[in-house]
């Protein structure tokens, strides 16, 4: 798999891509149950947090890096999106530790890719070739995965960044582990994936107040829904705060028939601390969350 310098070897990529994708839709976990009780775990945690931790992606390592950052995502149109988002952003804004996300921002990641580099050297970061390849191999799994609707509900928050839920029957879920079977070299994250929309970054350690309370008002709110037809890849500007996200390949969903068999496997699709989408603590913003993330 790999030459004598760790990398993997370009020749094989397309053959274990191949195999991985031979992985059927039916042997991942069926967990929206599980999702929602996530949500509930990292709501909890931050309730009794005493403080708000510093989760702003521009550091000084982000900026360090390739001119631009590839992730898989989901892209959140601000018209899906009903006037209770600006009531929330409105209270947010009168705690001075908090920085919002403008409209142009908000999406669903579902798998970072790495810093685009002309001569990858470290985990995080994935060649032109390379990225195209990947794109190319997405397609299948992608195509054989059908269209769906979310429902965006409920304000909640990492220690880090405050978030709206998702409620998709787990899709985005079983997408993200397909896309995770692809990726020749998965991210170093420490949290298991949660699909969730970040609508700003606390950008200092500060004491709570009483935040949570605040937050709680909207704790079950539906802020509205839209039909997901594409996943896309986009590459995002590390010299930019908030830069656009720039599209690289769109991926349209529901284009092809699964290939794949469906067998259901003993043991696959039981609750285990594998497929746990909270992690441990849920205390950090998942998104990006290999150190010099962009969430």
């Not at 798998?111 to 190319?136: T, Y």
Request: glycine letters at 6%; proline letters at 9%.
């Amino acid at each position: 798999m790999s030459g004598n310098d760790g990398r993997p070897k370009r020749g094989v990529s397309f053959k274990v891509w191949r195999r991985r994708l031979r992985h059927p839709l039916s042997w991942l976990p069926d967990i929206p149950v599980e999702q929602l009780d996530a949500y509930h775990r990292v709501w909890d945690n931050f309730q009794m947090a005493p403080f708000v931790e510093d989760g702003r992606h521009d550091t000084d390592d982000w900026r360090a890096g390739a001119s631009s950052f590839a992730i898989c995502c989901v892209r959140v149109p601000r018209e899906a999106l009903n006037d209770e988002i600006e009531r929330v952003r409105d209270a947010l804004r009168e705690y001075p530790f908090v920085r919002l996300h403008p409209d142009g921002f908000l999406h669903i990641p579902i798998q970072e890719l790495g810093f685009v580099s002309m001569m990858p050297r470290a985990r995080d970061e994935i060649n032109l070739p390379r990225l195209e390849e990947f794109c190319s191999v997405a397609r299948i799994p992608i195509a054989e995965s059908p269209r769906f609707s979310v429902k965006v509900v409920g304000l909640n928050s990492f220690l880090d960044a405050p978030f709206l839920g998702i409620e998709d029957g787990a899709s985005l879920s079983r997408i993200q582990r397909r896309l995770l079977d692809i990726t020749l070299i998965p991210p170093n994250t420490r949290y298991p994936y949660l699909p969730h929309v970040t609508i700003g970054h606390y950008i200092e350690h500060a004491p709570i107040e009483d935040l949570p309370s605040k937050l709680a008002s909207w704790k079950d709110t539906v802020f509205g829904t839209f039909e997901v037809t594409d996943i896309d890849v986009v590459t995002i500007s590390t010299d930019e705060t908030y830069p656009p996200l720039v599209e690289f390949q769109p991926l349209p969903l529901g284009t092809a028939t699964a290939t794949t068999p469906f067998v259901t496997s003993p043991g696959i699709g039981t609750a285990s601390s594998q497929h746990d989408p909270a992690g441990a603590d849920a205390e950090s913003d998942s998104d990006m969350d290999s150190g010099r993330g962009s969430g």
